[in-house]
Nanobody, 118 residues
């Protein structure tokens, strides 16, 4: 059974930085994609950043230039470095991992709260 465990959320002032980490376990299959989504109150869950096993990245326009995703394929970990945080970055951040078995299977972490005060 795949488990994703997040850490690193918290409260920070606007302009500050936070680092989120996620560790995946329980799968003998490789995670083709790992990354982060977020959901603010009253809004849909949205993509923040993804990284493929080959190193390709995909960022939301709203975080480009401020957030950096990285992963360690050998350890099944993914990290999101968030700089220049804004109040609109406030949300619950979810780690995501995808395994392909003919079709894509999505796995999610439990979520970690990020709150940016103005």
């Amino acid at each position: 059974q795949v488990q994703l465990v997040e850490s690193g959320g918290g409260l920070v002032q606007a302009g500050g930085s936070l680092r989120l980490s996620c560790a995946g376990s329980g799968s003998t299959l490789r995670f083709e994609s790992m990354g982060w989504f977020r959901q603010a109150p009253g809004k849909q869950r949205e993509l923040v950043a993804l990284m493929s096993i080959g190193g390709s990245t995909n960022y939301a326009d709203s975080v480009k230039g401020r957030f950096t995703i990285s992963r360690d394929n050998a350890k099944n970990t993914v990290t999101l470095q968030m700089n220049s945080l804004k109040p609109e970055d406030t949300a619950v951040y979810y780690c995501n991992a995808v395994v392909y078995l003919g079709t894509a299977y999505n796995f999610w972490g439990q979520g970690t709260q990020v709150t940016v005060s103005s």
